[in-house]
């Protein structure tokens, strides 16, 4: 049973305007959530993270949203690049556990 | 700079036989994990390890083994290759329950 999901497969968006990717949790355990970024041939490289006792983190053009009552966090890519054209995947660890659960990935294309 | 590295790359073989994915790390990093990757699944946990001689099961553990000797290397071990297990393979590694995973370039493993 997949702990962490992200419903959209896919979500094409125009350069210079806004992606937003959607992440769904089950396990109320979890209190640490990060976003991963991943080229087609490449590991995935970190991109952003959140605690639970935050309600949304900023590095640069990603924000990360977390609504713990509802189970969700969402990441938002302003302005979009080409660049970001990518997989991206939620994931998740509860307390004082090094162990992460992933979602399946969204796979973002920017258009020029 | 520190790395981590995995090998082979890509590699074919048939239904039955032994194969071993290494997986070297140089960030002296405690914690190593082996994920695989299939389409609608995103990354599923095989095996991970805390530390030398610490070994344990994922959530996808079934036909695979691993062995923490040292710090730096988690080699995964296939021990009769299933067709069902023709996949990319990551490895992983990281500090402590609130440092981001540091992923390889993955293995591309196909079972004939």
């Known amino acids: 049973d997949q702990q962490v999901k992200q419903n959209s497969p896919s979500l094409s968006v125009q350069e210079g305007r806004i992606s937003i990717l959607n992440c769904d949790y089950t396990?109320?355990?979890?209190?640490?959530f990060l976003w991963y970024k991943k080229y087609p041939a490449e590991g995935p490289t970190f991109l952003i993270s959140?605690?639970?006792?935050?309600d949304k983190n900023e590095d640069g053009r990603f924000t990360v949203f977390l609504n713990k009552s509802a189970k969700h966090l969402s990441l938002h890519i302003v302005p979009s690049q080409p660049g970001d054209s990518a997989v991206y995947f939620c994931?998740?660890?509860?307390?004082?556990?090094?162990?992460?659960?992933f979602g399946a990935g969204t796979t973002v294309t920017v258009r020029a | 700079d520190a790395e981590i590295t995995q090998s082979p790359r890509h590699k074919i073989t048939e239904t039955g036989r032994q194969v071993t994915l290494a997986c070297h790390q140089t960030?002296?990093?405690?914690?190593m994990f082996w994920y695989r990757q299939d389409l609608g699944h995103g990354l599923r946990l095989i095996h991970y390890?805390?530390?030398?001689?610490?070994?344990n099961k994922g959530e996808v553990s079934d036909g695979y083994s691993v062995s923490r000797s040292n710090t730096e290397d988690l080699p995964l071990t296939l021990e009769s290759a299933a067709s069902s297990q023709t996949s990319v393979y990551f490895c992983?590694?990281?500090?402590?329950?609130?440092?981001?995973?540091?992923f390889g370039p993955g293995t591309r493993l196909t079972v004939t």
């Open positions: 992983a590694s990281s500090t402590g329950p609130k440092g981001e995973q540091y």
């Open positions: 396990n109320s355990m979890f209190d640490y």
């Open positions: 959140i605690s639970s006792i935050k």
């Open positions: 994931a998740a660890s509860p307390l004082n556990d090094y162990k992460l659960s």
């Open positions: 960030w002296n990093h405690n914690n």
């Open positions: 390890s805390y530390g030398v001689q610490d070994t």
